[in-house]
Nanobody
């Protein structure tokens, strides 16, 4: 399984970025997906999760109302639209594929241990 994240970069506070994560190697549409982030010296934290169908989603409180997770199962891709970015959003962002197949399910996950495949990460830097 390979996950390739892209779309990171440098943006001013208040700006927007859209991250993409292309998946291959397993039946994408049967697995929940998630985005996590890790700032220097800190643990990897949950950002957003989405069910296999895309019908249900969950967010960390710190990004709720500013970030939107979505997926296109025909393109095997998950997205993270980030608006109203803040300097504290600066981190390496990782996409991940859930450990268990949950087709036609509303389940999404917010724990690192619920995911078994991870992309390499893409750096997002928000300047003040």
């Amino acid at each position: 399984v390979q996950l390739q994240a892209s779309g990171g970069g440098l943006v001013q506070a208040g700006g927007s970025l859209r991250l993409s994560c292309a998946a291959s190697g397993r039946t994408f549409s049967t697995y929940a997906m998630g985005w996590f982030r890790q700032a220097p010296g800190k643990e990897r934290d949950f950002v957003a999760g989405i069910s296999s169908t895309g019908g249900t989603k969950g967010y960390a409180d710190s990004v709720k109302g500013r970030f939107t997770i979505s997926r296109d199962n025909a393109r095997n891709t998950v997205y993270l639209q980030m608006d109203k970015l803040k300097p504290e959003d600066t981190a390496v962002y990782y996409c991940a594929s859930a450990r268990r197949s949950t087709p036609y399910s509303a389940t999404w996950y917010n724990r690192v241990n619920d995911y078994d495949y991870w992309g390499r990460g893409t750096l997002v830097t928000v300047s003040s």
